[in-house]
């Protein structure tokens, strides 16, 4: 049964010792701190991911511009299919984004801010995320009276093959 999994992501500013200037990025994964470029979000086989990513500036002076997540906060590099989709937060934070883990494979995507530099977390899907729809080759009914007219059709042709079946035997 597929399941959502939630990862709550906290990239923490640190300023340099003067505590104005941004200095370097710390990161934690569910609560569990690990260095930016090594933090890795598992996607266990078969489920999906709504993944939050928030930004924490505990120290910033009033002097200093807020960080935020860019116009283009996730850089994404190209795969089989896309595994990404359902970005909001940009220019905000926090940054939420749907992981469909469609694929097994280790999808590194890149992190952008608005006046701080970029970091490299890792997603680690485990692949069999929610199955897809196939193409209908007939679209389904968005409307009651649509549904009604589909089911109208349905039965005349069960009779039809019903009659023809009897005709036969």
């Not at 120290?59 to 200093?64: F, H, I, K, L, V």
């Not at 089989?80 to 926090?94: D, L, R």
Request: with cysteine; hydrophobic share 35%.
């Amino acid at each position: 049964m597929t399941q959502q999994q939630t990862p709550k992501l906290v990239v923490t500013v640190v300023r340099n010792p003067s505590g104005k200037k941004f200095d370097h990025w710390e990161m934690s994964v569910d609560g569990t701190s690990c260095v930016p470029a090594e933090c890795t979000v598992t996607v266990d086989h078969g489920n999906n991911a709504l993944i939050t990513v928030t930004i924490a500036d505990p120290n910033r002076p009033a002097t200093e511009p807020q960080i935020t997540f860019s116009n283009n906060p996730l850089t994404i590099p190209p795969t089989n299919q896309p595994e990404i989709k359902i970005i909001s937060g940009q220019g905000t934070s926090p940054l939420v984004f749907k992981d469909h883990n469609l694929d097994k494979e280790t999808l590194k995507y890149t992190l952008n801010f608005n006046n701080a530099p970029s970091i490299d977390p890792i997603i680690q899907n485990g692949g069999g995320g929610p199955p897809r729809m196939a193409k209908a080759f007939i679209p389904l009914p968005t409307t009651q009276q649509q549904l009604a007219i589909d089911l109208g059709i349905a039965f005349i042709l069960g009779i039809i093959v019903a009659l023809i079946v009897r005709r036969l035997f």
